[in-house]
């Protein structure tokens, strides 16, 4: 980055008018306590809106005691963005894009006319209405060549359409921005191959395009009836009963021998009243005995799978 500098010459004072007072104000309330230093870019930015497009250094002085900030901090930010013009401008301030894009579009012819017709870069005009400089890229690589001139883009320019542009603002003649050619946007410069249709956005389907919305939501809003409670099985509703909200409503007290009844009828099916199969114990099961075969000497007896290891009598002596 190249170093930048504040100019020579420079006025003795700078005050912000009380309008442009009321509206820093208001930036600055847009931040915390303590964080005014927020709004330093849009305070600079105003002063050199006021200042004839530049910033001198009485300004910049005023925005860091606004902001009760040290005056150095406000320099490096005025110093670091280039958007801050630090030499007096033209009227008519000519930024000229010269990365690849426009340069390879003709961007270098575009130079030729402003030195031509304005002079050298950064310098003022003879007349004091124009100036212009080489920036980075603005944006509009698609439209390339184009300039920007104070507020406005100016695109798909040629050296004759550039000169001729230059000549009419300096004779105070109105030049509409945009695409010289009459290209639409960004589209190609033959026309558009695309979304042709204007209806597709141009506002006329909106009705149509939001009515589908609204049919598809009408059901949902539709009024739905309210749910009825299932009947409770015999084994749940006996269950619930409670004698002292029976008798608050007026209804009998249900008599034992009736609820007897009613347990005595409700299915072993239900599952209100059907044993939990998991808590049930399994039955123990005894292994069946078996004779062991004759001088096997493995009797099975214990009826647990277990096997215990015998000896087989032993014969008398003298048999």
């Not at 912000?16 to 600079?44: C, H, M």
Request: proline share 9%; hydrophobic share 35%; aromatic share 6%.
């Amino acid at each position: 980055m190249s170093v930048r500098r504040l100019a020579e010459q420079q006025p003795e004072s700078f005050a912000f008018t009380p309008d442009n007072i009321a509206w820093a104000n208001t930036q600055i309330a847009k931040y915390p306590e303590g964080r005014q230093a927020s709004a330093v870019i849009p305070l600079l930015w105003k002063a050199q809106e006021q200042h004839g497009g530049w910033l001198p250094e009485p300004a910049i002085r005023v925005v860091a005691d606004m902001l009760g900030m040290a005056f150095i901090r406000v320099l490096e930010v005025a110093t670091f963005y280039t958007m801050f013009n630090l030499e007096p401008v033209g009227r008519h301030l000519v930024q000229l894009c010269g990365t690849t894009p426009c340069m390879l579009r003709g961007a270098n012819e575009l130079k030729d006319v402003c030195r031509k017709v304005i002079g050298p870069e950064k310098t003022l005009s003879a007349d004091g209405t124009m100036s212009w400089l080489e920036v980075e890229c603005l944006g509009a690589c698609a439209n390339a060549p184009m300039v920007q001139i104070n507020y406005d883009y100016y695109e798909d320019l040629t050296p004759e359409s550039f000169e001729a542009m230059l000549n009419d603002l300096r004779a105070g003649k109105d030049v509409t921005p945009g695409s010289q050619t009459g290209r639409a946007a960004s589209c190609p410069s033959g026309g558009p191959t695309s979304l042709t249709d204007e209806t597709l956005f141009d506002g006329s389907v909106i009705g149509a395009w939001r009515k589908r919305f609204d049919e598809a939501k009408a059901p949902e809003q539709a009024p739905t009836e309210a749910a009825k409670p299932e009947a409770p099985s015999p084994g749940e509703k006996l269950a619930a009963d409670n004698p002292g909200e029976r008798a608050a409503k007026g209804k009998p007290a249900i008599k034992p021998a009736d609820q007897a009844a009613a347990e005595r009828s409700v299915p072993a099916s239900d599952p209100a009243t059907s044993p939990d199969p998991k808590r049930v114990k399994p039955r123990a099961v005894k292994a069946k005995t078996s004779a062991s075969a004759p001088g096997n000497g493995l009797n099975a007896v214990d009826g647990q799978d277990n096997v215990k290891k015998t000896r087989a009598p032993k014969a008398p002596k003298g048999e």
